[in-house]
C-alpha cells in the first residue's frame, strides 16, 4: 500500500523509467552530487545523478564505485557535453552499467546518444526550446527535462512556468518530461504532475541536506538567504556571451564581472580565441563553485542557489525532505 496513492499513481511512468520508488531528481551540482548526497537520496526513494562536471574518466570512476558502495538502489551519471573526453566518461559509465546518463550543458555531440545507447543507459536531455526537444527525442533521447530560469546553477532566459505550459502538452503524451527549477515544496509538484510532468528535479532543495559534504558555511549562506537573493549573472561584453549563472549575491559575482572584463581585454589583444575565452569563463566557475561548497569561502566564491532557496531554512536529512515534498504533494492533490 503506497503511502501517498495520488502522487504515485501520477509518478509512475518516471518511477518506472528511473526505477526509483518517487519520481524526484535530485539534479546534478558539480561538487555536491556526490557520493554521499546520490546515494542517501536514491536510498530514501528518490533518484541520485552524480555530477561529473571537470573530472577526469579515473575520477569519475572511482565515484561511480564508491556511490555503488553506499547503495543498491539505482544512480545517474550528469556528463557535460563539451567535457574533451566525453566519450571516455561515456565509456566509464558502460563499464559500471550505470543505467540513466544526463547529457547537460549544450546539445549532445554526435555520436554521443548512440555511444550511451550502446553502453546500455538511458539518456537524458536537456532542450531549452521544443523544436530541440523533439529533435534530441527522435534521435533517442528517452527523457527529458526542463529547466526553468528560478533555477541555481546555469540558466535559460525562460521561466519554468512557461515551459512547462510549452512542452509539457505537446510532449507529455508520448515522452518522460520532467520539470526543474524552483520547486521548493511539494505542491508546485503536484501541479506540474497535473500538467503531464512524469516528475521533477530539485537542486537547491537538496543542497543542505544532512547528507550533504558542502561546508558548514555555505549552508548557512543557503539557510539565511531569500529568493530576491538569488540573481543571474549579467554578461559585460557583447562578444562574450556568457550562460548566465543564478547564485547568491557576494564579492564572488563582482569578481565575475572583472573576470569578464579581464578576458574581454585578452580577447581584444587577440591573445585568445573566443572558444578558448568562453572556456576559461566556464573554468572561472568552476573553480569558484568549489571555493564556496568545498573550502567554505562564501565572500569569494560561488554560492549557486536557485529562488527556492528562501524555501531552505534548515539542515534535514534527504529522506525527511523527500517525505515532507511528497506529502505536500499529496495534500493538494487530495484538496482537488
Ligand atoms: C550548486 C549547484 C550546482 C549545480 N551544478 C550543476 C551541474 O554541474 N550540472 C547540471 O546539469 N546542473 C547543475 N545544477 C542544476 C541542478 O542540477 C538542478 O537542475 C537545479 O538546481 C534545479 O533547480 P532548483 O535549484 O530551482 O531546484 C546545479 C545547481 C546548483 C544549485
Not at 528511473?18 to 519520481?23: Q, Y
Not at 563499464?95 to 546539445?107: D, K, P, Y
Not at 521544443?130 to 526542463?146: H, P, Q, S, T
Amino acid at each position: 500500500m503506497k503511502r501517498f496513492p495520488k502522487t504515485s499513481h501520477l509518478m509512475a511512468r518516471g518511477a518506472a523509467f528511473l526505477g526509483s520508488e518517487h519520481a524526484i531528481l535530485c539534479g546534478a551540482m558539480s561538487w555536491v552530487s556526490e557520493r554521499n548526497l546520490v546515494s542517501a537520496i536514491s536510498n530514501a526513494g528518490g533518484f541520485g545523478v552524480i555530477a561529473c562536471g571537470a573530472m577526469t574518466p579515473e575520477l569519475l570512476d572511482k565515484e561511480i564505485a564508491a556511490t555503488k558502495a553506499l547503495t543498491t538502489k539505482p544512480f545517474g551519471v550528469n556528463l557535460i557535453t563539451m567535457h574533451p573526453d566525453l566519450f571516455e566518461l561515456i565509456a566509464v559509465c558502460g563499464r559500471h552499467g550505470v543505467g540513466h546518463v544526463a547529457l547537460a550543458g549544450g546539445i549532445p555531440p554526435k555520436g554521443s546518444v548512440e555511444a550511451l545507447k550502446d553502453a546500455g543507459a538511458k539518456v537524458i536531455v536537456f532542450a531549452p526550446t521544443l523544436a530541440l526537444a523533439k529533435k534530441l527525442l527522435r534521435g533517442g533521447a528517452d527523457a527529458l527535462v526542463i529547466e526553468g530560469m528560478e533555477a541555481g546553477g546555469h540558466i535559460g532566459p525562460v521561466s519554468t512556468s512557461v515551459l512547462a505550459q510549452e512542452f509539457l502538452p505537446a510532449l507529455a503524451d508520448e515522452h518522460l518530461v520532467f520539470v526543474a527549477g524552483g520547486i521548493g515544496r511539494g505542491e508546485a509538484i503536484a501541479g506540474y504532475l497535473e500538467m503531464g510532468a512524469a516528475g521533477v528535479q530539485l537542486g537547491t532543495r537538496f543542497a543542505c541536506a544532512t547528507e550533504s559534504i558542502a561546508h558548514p558555511a555555505f549552508k548557512k549562506a543557503f539557510f539565511r538567504a531569500g529568493a530576491r537573493d538569488a540573481v543571474a549573472s549579467v554578461q559585460i561584453d557583447p562578444r562574450l556571451p556568457v550562460i548566465p549563472v543564478r547564485a547568491l549575491k557576494n564579492k564572488g559575482g563582482e569578481l565575475f564581472n572583472a573576470k569578464q572584463r579581464e578576458v574581454a581585454n585578452t580577447l581584444d589583444e587577440g591573445g585568445v580565441e573566443m572558444l578558448e575565452a568562453q572556456l576559461q569563463i566556464e573554468h572561472y566557475w568552476a573553480g569558484a563553485l568549489r571555493r564556496a561548497v568545498i573550502d567554505g569561502d562564501v565572500e569569494h566564491g560561488s554560492l549557486m542557489a536557485g529562488q527556492s532557496v528562501g524555501m531552505v531554512t534548515k539542515e534535514e536529512p534527504v529522506a525527511a525532505i523527500i517525505a515532507e515534498l511528497m506529502a505536500e504533494s499529496e495534500a493538494a492533490l487530495s484538496r482537488r
